[in-house]
């Protein structure tokens, strides 16, 4: 049977499906939406979203057989579930002496937004952070984490913007004065959707929260073409100016498996490297459904040491922390400039990786190297390289394959893997 206008990679799980499913209708425009929900008053529609005009529904098959046929369409698809792209966090009751040296771009000015379980700036390694949090819904009271939750947002916000001082009251985040708009997503079944980010897209628009990049660290479980409509409204804010990213996922090693939105066109996306400098086992891997090359680049990302305070760090492992990571670099470059396009940040990236002759649906580009970004825009020097403790104390690597390296050498120093 031939479909017109439900979305291919959905056309499998309905075959196989008696029971309602959770479906987002996309339509043109907002007048085609309006005549669709009038000429159908019985359909209960439970969100509806602008960025892209379309609608949230519960159907049963027969009626997204029925819909398929209707002209003020545009496309129908599952509102598929995201997962978050985080293998382990173990946690670890000390931590060592470290040393950081000064940089000179922070990420001051920079607003990063955060789609996550929420932050928990209770942390010392955060609690001076600038954070600004956002809820779903018209619930205007903020409901942060407990003291003791170790979410996956806080996390991701510790990474980019780590207050933790060492013995020589130096900061070790790699954007430790950006701004983090903390977008929480959870709920109490801790099952996420596209819908759950496609609201949180539209309030962003309709708030004029001013961000210059956000963080997505869910990925999908069924591989993407990009064509789903988290990847086309990602797209689409990456038109308004928004810099994207996003895990490549921790379903690999295998081909396509990475989902929406690491999937999206425009969305830059990070697999994961072990200390070996050999791409991680679990790390999403491309080609896309439409053949496209993903990931974009890859960082490190196993079994990263993370202080939260001076009694207390973790390790932690998965394509989003490789992703949290190039937020914070992203940051460094958008402080120096601020209105530098999608293109251009893309194109300094790929001219400040290193080809580490992977595969290249396994590596993208290669590996990012800080040294080589501010190198391209004649600004390198040694005091614009940390030399944080995440990598500097337990990376074994020989001097003679540091020389081989030398141009990640100080990249690698970033961050102390274990």
């Known amino acids: 049977m031939k479909y017109q206008k439900i979305y291919t990679p959905f056309i499998e799980k309905l075959e196989d499906q008696s029971k309602k499913q959770k479906v987002i209708i996309t339509f043109k425009n ?7 929900i ?3 008053k019985t359909l209960k529609v439970i ?16 009626q997204i057989l029925t819909f398929d046929k209707e002209k003020l369409i545009t496309q129908i698809e599952e509102d598929q579930r995201v997962y978050l792209s985080m293998l382990d966090v173990i946690e670890i009751l000390e931590i060592d002496d470290y040393r950081v040296s000064q940089i000179s771009f922070t990420g001051k000015n920079i607003n990063i937004g955060i789609i996550d379980e929420g932050v928990n700036n209770s942390f010392p390694c955060i609690s001076d952070v600038n954070i600004t949090h956002h809820t779903l819904g018209k619930n205007k009271k903020i409901k942060n984490p407990k003291n003791q939750d170790i979410t996956h947002g806080t996390i991701m916000a510790s990474i980019i913007s780590n207050q933790f001082k060492d013995s020589d009251d130096t900061i070790i985040g790699i954007a430790p004065h950006a701004k983090i708009h903390d977008f929480n997503i959870s709920n109490k079944k801790k099952e996420y959707y596209f819908s759950h980010i496609l609201e949180f897209f539209d309030k962003i628009l309709t708030q004029n929260i001013s961000l210059n990049i956000l963080l997505i660290p869910f990925i999908t479980l069924d591989p993407s073409d990009g064509k789903d409509i988290l990847s086309l409204s990602c797209n689409t804010l990456v038109g308004k100016g928004i810099i994207i990213v ?10 396509h498996t990475i989902g929406s939105p690491g999937a999206a066109k425009k969305v830059i996306t990070f697999g994961t490297l072990e200390k070996e400098i050999i791409i991680s086992e679990f790390s999403g891997r491309g080609p896309t459904l ?8 890859c960082l490190p990302g196993s079994k990263i040491k993370l202080p939260l305070s001076n009694k207390l760090y973790l390790s932690v492992t998965g394509t989003s922390i490789s992703a949290s990571i190039g937020v914070g670099m992203i940051a460094l470059i958008l402080e120096y400039n601020p209105e530098i396009p999608f293109e251009e940040i893309t194109k300094l990236l790929e001219k400040s990786s290193l080809d580490l002759n992977y595969d290249i649906n396994a590596q993208g580009n290669g590996i990012i190297t800080i040294p080589r970004i501010f190198k391209s825009l004649d600004l390198y020097h040694e005091k614009i390289v940390p030399f944080s403790y995440l990598i500097k104390k337990s990376l074994k690597i020989s001097i003679e394959f540091l020389i081989g390296l030398i141009i990640i050498f100080y990249f690698l120093q970033f961050f102390r893997i274990s």
């Open 38 to 40: 009038s000429k159908n």
């Open 290 to 297: 439409d053949e496209r090359i993903k990931p974009d680049f």
């Open 47 to 62: 969100k509806k979203f602008d960025l892209i005009p379309s609608i949230y529904v519960d159907l049963k098959k027969d």
């Open 30 to 36: 907002l007048t085609d939406r309006k005549k669709f």
């Open 246 to 255: 996003s895990p490549a996922g921790n379903f690999g090693p295998e081909p």
